[in-house]
């Protein structure tokens, strides 16, 4: 949800109205717009008085600047243009986003030094960068103050931003591909923000049927269609809630007909008390947000539909909801997978790993796929090891491991590789069965980790994102203010983008 209602590409004019903003390289300052958009020069001035450099991220507004038509011209600092990445220019329009988004009109005057600033590419990265700070989830607020302004300070009449860039029909294409993505991590925030009463397994389920006019196929497994698979594990989770579970696979086949698929698996836990094993009264309303991973998959999905990737790409999620009650799995159960495997269930909170066992097996057995990737926002240790700033990263392949930290870095959404190994087996040996589900206080997101690579089949390729700190919760940036952040869609968009599309 974005309180931005479109954006579009011009080329340089003197806008008339509303609010401008000027990009201004550091030490160079701004382009030759600027002179015919404040001819009195007011902006120069203020330049001297407050210091301002251009320094990257840094703004200074003047109010109804002498001889100029609009109310209020920000400058914006750009930094050194030739350091520029393609995610800084995201960052950029995310510095202009936090402000923009309370305009009914903007400009956005992309007039700078060099050959960067004049890529169509460079304008429609600051126009994604606007958007996705735009984002506020406030679909259940109704009060609005007499101001028109909501209290996140979005206006209650969605604003127009228009780019004003050299080339605005080559930012036009090049936007119309980011702004599959953008609408892509909108969902996935979307779906981590709604409510649990909202947002149940079955709900899920059909929020993923909508994809099915962008191309996507949709298949959605019942309870009764999973027991008879023997999905145990998955099934075990959910047998304390009267909210069914369900099982959800995305196809995208916009590849090589016959390829074999990139399949992406995700966590659907839409609410995690820990089942018996319950979780603190403290902070448990966030777990809302367990089910980051699947949202992450189907905002992927989306993104990828949108703009007609050349890719074979099976998105696969396992949706329940771990309640408590006389039906509820008991600490020492043990249960079968569909492997075949059995699992001593030592701790019911720890029922992510049993729903990924499940989906991950169903999609080795049925697709082949070329490699498998899956997310979850599965252990609290993860966040003891890296914060917030990275997801843990663990893999069997050091090829697919490299990919995926490359496309981390380059959108910024960043992954630091964990190990695996035989010593950590010993974290998951059962006396009772051929696994238990836990592996004591230390090295819990490894032990985790180990347990779902046993669903791996036939050495395929396969990583696991522990995305626990950066799904929800994360801290604030230049593109995210969001408590469901969206992690995963744009870096693994970015992946398919360089090594899956043909």
Not at 51 to 65: H, M, N, Q, R, Y
Not at 228 to 250: C, D, E, N
Not at 335 to 340: A, D, L, N
Request: charged share 20%; net charge neutral; hydrophobic share 45%.
């Amino acid at each position: 949800m974005t309180s931005i209602s479109s954006i579009s590409f011009a080329r340089f004019s003197v806008p008339a109205k509303g609010t401008a903003y000027l990009l201004s390289a550091e030490k160079d300052g701004a382009g030759p717009a600027v002179a015919s958009l404040d001819p009195a020069g007011v902006l120069e001035r203020a330049f001297g008085i407050a210091d301002f450099s251009g320094k990257f991220g840094a703004t200074l507004e003047v109010i109804a600047p002498e001889g100029s038509g609009v109310d209020k011209l920000i400058a914006v600092g750009a930094g050194k243009i030739a350091e520029l990445d393609e995610h800084a220019w995201l960052r950029l329009g995310g510095v202009i986003g936090a402000s923009a988004a309370k305009a009914n009109n903007a400009s956005v005057v992309l007039d700078l030094p060099g050959d960067a600033a004049a890529d169509p590419v460079c304008a429609a990265n600051v126009a994604a960068g606007i958007l996705l700070r735009a984002y506020a989830f406030d679909k259940y607020k109704t009060r609005k103050p007499d101001n028109g302004d909501d209290k996140s300070g979005a206006r209650s009449k969605p604003g127009r931003i228009t780019v004003m860039c050299a080339n605005p029909a080559g930012a036009k294409k090049a936007f119309a591909s980011l702004k599959s993505v953008v609408d892509g991590v909108f969902l996935a925030r979307d779906l981590v923000n709604e409510p649990a009463n909202i947002l149940g397994p079955v709900e899920f389920a059909a929020r993923i049927r909508e994809l099915e006019p962008l191309g996507v196929q949709v298949e959605i497994l019942t309870e009764k269609e999973m027991k008879k698979a023997g999905m145990g594990a998955l099934l075990g989770v959910a047998q304390g809630s009267p909210r069914g579970a369900r099982l959800a696979v995305m196809r995208w086949e916009g590849g090589r007909k016959g390829g074999k698929p990139l399949a992406v698996v995700g966590k659907g836990v839409t609410f995690d008390t820990g089942g018996n094993s319950m979780k603190s009264p403290s902070g448990m309303e966030d777990m809302k947000g367990d089910m980051g991973g699947a949202a992450a998959v189907t905002g992927l999905m989306h993104a990828l539909a949108s703009r007609k990737a050349k890719a074979n790409v099976v998105g696969i999620v396992g949706l329940v909801e771990n309640s408590v009650d006389g039906n509820a799995q008991r600490p020492g159960d043990i249960v079968t997978s569909m492997s075949g495997q059995t699992i001593e269930v030592l701790n019911t909170d720890a029922e992510g790993r049993l729903v990924l066992a499940d989906a991950l097996w169903y999609c080795c057995e049925r697709f082949q796929p070329a490699a498998v990737i899956d997310l979850a926002t599965l252990t609290g240790a993860i966040m003891v090891a890296l914060g917030q700033h990275h997801a843990g990263l663990f893999a069997n392949d050091d090829d697919l491991a490299s990919r995926l930290t490359q496309a981390g870095l380059a959108t910024q959404e960043r992954l630091w590789r964990m190990p695996l190994g035989p010593e950590y087996e010993k974290l998951i040996e059962s006396r009772n069965a051929d696994m238990k589900n836990t592996g004591g206080r230390y090295g819990g997101a490894i032990a985790a980790a180990q347990f779902l690579q046993r669903f791996i089949k036939d050495d395929t390729p396969w990583a696991h994102l522990d995305i626990a700190g950066t799904a929800m919760g994360a801290p604030s940036n230049e593109v995210s203010h969001s408590w469901g952040t969206g992690f995963g869609v744009r870096l693994l968009d970015r992946l398919v983008r360089d090594h899956y599309e043909k």
